[in-house]
């Protein structure tokens, strides 16, 4: 599908609507300059949490990205493609649950950006401890939730809790043995993912 950005972009993604649908989600890949784009592992094991649990559920390739018209902005501009995003998805939402998740560089757009529309976030592997300063919804009151691979090398769990020790409504599960590409974890990816979605619903 395609949908158009606050700019006049055209980004290219895929939405799923499962047939009872409960709530909608948009998930963000990881960095377009190391070759991340929609169809990452990590990105498809969250999608599948999010299908299972009965969200329209929509990943896409930031500006620059594969069809996606632009050229990357340093995680600024592609906050742009992610409300686009969010709007997509809202429609499907059914007055649900409206998740925002990401993975590495995509888990840091997420987090910056912070609509009312949106009721959580889910960050897999947000490698914070490279970032000078704290996302946008760090201190807002909607929770979030941190999946922290045990020997992540931009992040490491200790590096994480550091930067995240103050945020408002936040939990963590970290993946033993897991690195920041998750390779051969990605069941424990969903299966997190899941979780949180599942805290979500009982609320």
């Known amino acids: 599908m395609q949908f158009r950005t606050s700019d006049g972009l055209t980004l290219h993604g895929d939405l799923v609507v499962p047939s009872v649908c409960t709530g909608a989600a948009v998930i963000c890949h990881p960095h377009p300059l190391y070759g991340g784009d929609r169809f990452n592992p990590v990105v498809q094991a969250v999608a ?4 299972a649990a009965g969200l329209a559920t929509l990943r896409f390739d930031f500006r620059g990205v594969n069809l996606s018209e632009g050229s990357h902005g340093g995680g600024t501009a592609e906050r742009l493609d992610v409300l686009a995003a969010l709007d997509v998805a809202a429609q499907h939402r059914n007055q649900g649950l409206l998740l925002l998740a990401g ?3 995509g888990s840091m757009v997420a987090l910056d950006v912070c609509p009312e529309a949106v009721d959580a976030w889910l960050a897999v592997a ?7 300063t704290a996302p946008s919804s760090s201190h807002d009151p909607r929770p979030k939730h941190l999946i922290v691979p ?3 090398q931009y992040s ?3 590096a994480t809790a550091a930067k995240s ?3 408002a ?9 897991g ?15 899941s979780d949180f979605i599942g805290v979500l619903a009982s609320r």
């Open 48 to 51: 599948d949490a999010c299908i």
């Open 103 to 105: 993975y590495s560089f």
């Open 126 to 132: 947000p490698p914070l401890g490279m970032m000078p």
């Open 150 to 152: 045990e020997h992540d």
């Open 156 to 158: 490491p769990p200790e």
């Open 165 to 167: 020790s103050d945020w």
């Open 169 to 177: 409504s936040t939990t963590v599960s970290t993946i033993a043995m």
């Open 179 to 193: 690195d920041h590409f998750l390779a051969g974890r990605l069941d424990t990816v969903t299966r997190c993912a």
